[in-house]
Structure formats: structure tokens, C-alpha cells
């Protein structure tokens, strides 16, 4: 069993900054990648970030230079740094992890249950 816990979320202001983090906990044998997803009120999820156990990451093209995502591999935590928010940026964030659990033969994306984050003046 693998659980992802995401926190940060709130309310801010145009402008303002916020700072996401998720801890995946269980039994976890090796984490591939992590990464973050949002899903704004009648979008679609939206790829926001991501980051491989290597440290590439990726980024859509509307947060690059304003969010910048991190992991810290050995608490298995990954944390996005979000700078410049605009209002469009109003969504439910989710974690996402492509992990390899003990006893398990394939990896698989495991998440969390989501922080909402909203930017309004």
C-alpha cells in the first residue's frame, strides 16, 4: 500500500506565491517519477509538472518561469514552488507518483486526494 499526502494549498492573491508538497509513504521499494496535476472548475486534468528520480523536469508551457517543482528523494517528497499566480492557476492540485511498491512486479502512478488552491483578490 502506497499513499500520497499533498499540503499547501489555500487562498491567495494575483501575485502571490504558494508551496505545494507531497509525501508518499508505504511500502514503496522505488520512486520513478513524480509530478503534479490540476483540474480547474469544467477543465480537464491539466499536466503541470514533473520530475524524474534522475531530476529532469518538465514543465507546461503556462508555468514555465513562475513554478518550479523539486523532490527530496530521501523522504520521498516532492514540493512545486509556485510564483506569479494568476487567477487561471485556480484549481485542485494533485500529486501524482510513478512508484514500485514491495512485492509488486510493474510500477505504477499512485495519488493523492488533492489541495485546492485558489487565486482571487
Known amino acids: 500500500q502506497v499513499q500520497l499526502v499533498e499540503s499547501g494549498g489555500g487562498l491567495v492573491q494575483p501575485g502571490g506565491s504558494l508551496r505545494l508538497s507531497c509525501a508518499a509513504s508505504g511500502n514503496i521499494f522505488s520512486i520513478e517519477a513524480m509530478g503534479w496535476y490540476r483540474q480547474a472548475p469544467g477543465e480537464m486534468h491539466e499536466l503541470v509538472a514533473t520530475i524524474t528520480s534522475g531530476g529532469i523536469t518538465h514543465y507546461t508551457d503556462s508555468v514555465k518561469g513562475r513554478f518550479t517543482i523539486s523532490r527530496d528523494g530521501a523522504k520521498n517528497t516532492v514540493h512545486l514552488q509556485m510564483n506569479n499566480l494568476k487567477p487561471e492557476d485556480t484549481a485542485v492540485y494533485y500529486c501524482?507518483?510513478?512508484?514500485?511498491?514491495?512485492?509488486?512486479?510493474?510500477?505504477?502512478?499512485?495519488w493523492g486526494q488533492g489541495t485546492r488552491v485558489t487565486v482571487s483578490s
Open positions: 501524482d507518483g510513478l512508484i514500485l511498491s514491495t512485492g509488486d512486479e510493474e510500477r505504477r502512478h499512485y
